[in-house]
């Protein structure tokens, strides 16, 4: 718990106090962890699609020369290299 040592306490009322402003320090930094990472994933959704845009723009210019093949195509390819392979 950051390093620190639990406190004495002289009565049941500073126990609960003090576990109580805990639990709400560590609820308000939970909070603002998920919050940033919304945040970070709300952002990268929106790089992923600009850049996803600009590879297809690319590769539109390029007449698809440059377009990589799908994954499916790569496992196919890797399929029958392996069957057919001496």
């Known amino acids: ?4 040592d ?3 306490f002289s009565s049941l009322k500073e126990e609960t106090a003090y576990w ?4 709400l320090k560590y609820k ?5 962890a998920q919050d940033e990472l ?11 699609a600009e850049l996803e ?6 590769a539109a210019r390029s007449g698809g020369y ?8 790569l496992r196919d390819i890797n399929t029958a ?3 057919f392979s001496p």
């Open 6 to 8: 639990i406190p004495e």
């Open 81 to 83: 290299y392996f069957l």
């Open 53 to 58: 845009a600009q590879y297809r723009g690319q």
């Open 28 to 32: 308000q930094s939970f909070q603002e």
């Open 20 to 23: 109580k402003e805990l639990s």
């Open 66 to 73: 440059w377009a990589l093949p799908s994954p499916r195509t």
């Open 1 to 4: 718990m950051d390093g620190e």
């Open 38 to 48: 919304v945040e970070f994933q709300e952002g990268s959704q929106e790089l992923e």
